[in-house]
């Protein structure tokens, strides 16, 4: 372990917290817990973060990540070769969410940290903030998703996507709760179509 680099002692310590987290919640993962999770000392975990509170935040930051990247590649997809107007904008909405599904069956332990983390930190004085700006976060990668569709479809949003944004973070969520609580994907599936049958009737522009 003393040869490690430390981004790679930090990339460790961060897969244990997420797999301690999800197994134990935010309260069940002290810095002891998770050292020995990630097979090392307490004085590595110490060395690579200045203390639990440190740890936390990083965590927040890449699960946002990795979520926002999870996005980007499923609207990067669709868009590339969608037809235009009201099937173009239903299938890359289709599609995005379908992603989204894709990638919490693959890692549902990911997703639980998550949620943890976002009531643990606003509860946590010095780490309030961290849930908001998550959503921010979401909010901002939505609306530019939503553009981006509507210029690849060739239609127009009755209202600034910012506003929009919200709608499908809500279904995303409720998502994420679906399959942790049901492991039912058909379940999600239909949270999705319900979303992509919102969203058509905020679409005010076709060809």
């Known amino acids: 372990m003393a040869r490690m680099p430390v981004e790679k002692r930090r990339e460790l310590l961060l897969d244990a917290a997420f797999r301690v987290i999800a197994r134990n919640g935010v309260d069940g993962a002290t810095t002891r817990a998770i050292s020995a999770e990630a097979g090392v000392t307490l004085s590595t975990f110490h060395y690579v973060f200045?203390?639990?509170?440190d740890l936390l935040a990083a965590l927040v930051q890449r699960g946002t990540d990795t979520e926002l990247?999870?996005?980007?590649?499923?609207?990067?997809?669709?868009?590339?070769?969608?037809?235009?107007?009201i099937d173009g904008i239903r299938i890359m909405l289709r599609e995005?969410?379908?992603g989204y599904i894709d990638g919490v069956v693959a890692d549902p332990d990911r997703e639980q940290a998550m949620i943890s983390l976002n009531q643990y930190a606003r509860q946590t004085r010095g780490l309030a903030t961290l849930g908001a700006d998550m959503y921010r976060r979401y909010y901002e990668a939505i609306a530019d998703g939503l553009a981006l569709a509507a210029r690849q479809a060739d239609v127009d949003w009755d209202r600034p996507t910012h506003e929009l944004a919200p709608l499908v973070v809500a279904a995303t969520d409720g998502i994420t709760l679906a399959y942790l609580n049901t492991r039912d994907r058909g379940v999600c599936i239909r949270i999705a179509e319900a979303t992509v049958t919102l969203m058509l009737t905020h679409v005010t522009r076709t060809h």
Do not use: F
């Not at 200045?50 to 509170?53: P, Q």
């Not at 990247?69 to 107007?85: D, N």
């Open 50 to 53: 200045a203390s639990r509170d």
């Open 96 to 98: 995005s969410l379908s």
């Open 69 to 85: 990247s999870v996005i980007a590649e499923a609207l990067t997809i669709t868009a590339s070769g969608t037809t235009t107007g």
